[in-house]
């Protein structure tokens, strides 16, 4: 139990609990949207470039969700356990998550749109830029399950 009096004890106990919501969040955010929202804007749209503008604008707000709690994260780990903190498998797990939502955000989904600006005049399912669009998707989705699974282990990880 911990006393409001005792500051050290109350931050402590809030910052664990802004974790636990952090960790919520981003998890959340991760499986609610690409694996239930994302697919049914596909299967609902007819339009499918609409539904892959909005299927973006989601993943750029769960990534912006995964940046920030990432970062609060690793920082709230390092404060409250020092140099410790970089020997738990939470921290790196963490990392690793923030270093693909990183990637994936601002290099393969930067990427990702150039390709569909260049190709929009012609269409980019059409076009020769499709290829290349087809490749790199793949890789933004396989970095975004490597980033919900890890993001499974960081919810089950015991004692985190």
């Known amino acids: ?3 409001i009096f005792n500051t050290e004890t109350f931050v402590n106990h809030w910052s664990d609990k802004l974790a636990t919501i952090a960790i919520t969040a981003w998890v959340g955010a991760l499986w ?6 994302a697919p049914t804007l596909f299967n609902a ?7 892959g503008m909005l299927a973006g604008k989601m993943f750029s707000l769960v990534a912006y969700v995964g940046i920030t709690c990432g970062f609060y994260l690793l920082i709230q780990r390092l404060v409250m356990n ?3 903190a970089l020997k738990q498998g939470f921290f790196w797990i963490v990392l690793l998550m923030l270093l693909l939502a990183l990637a994936g955000h601002f290099g393969i989904g930067s990427l990702l749109a150039g390709l569909k ?7 980019v399912m059409q076009s020769v830029f499709s290829s290349k669009f087809k490749v ?9 399950l490597i980033e919900s699974l890890l993001g499974v282990f960081l919810v089950l990880k015991p004692g985190r």
């Open 1 to 3: 139990m911990f006393s």
């Open 32 to 37: 609610s949207i690409g694996y239930l929202a």
């Open 45 to 51: 749209l007819q339009d499918r470039s609409v539904a």
């Open 82 to 84: 020092g140099a410790s």
């Open 117 to 123: 600006a260049q190709a929009m005049p012609t269409d």
């Open 136 to 144: 790199w998707h793949g890789v933004a989705s396989i970095a975004y």
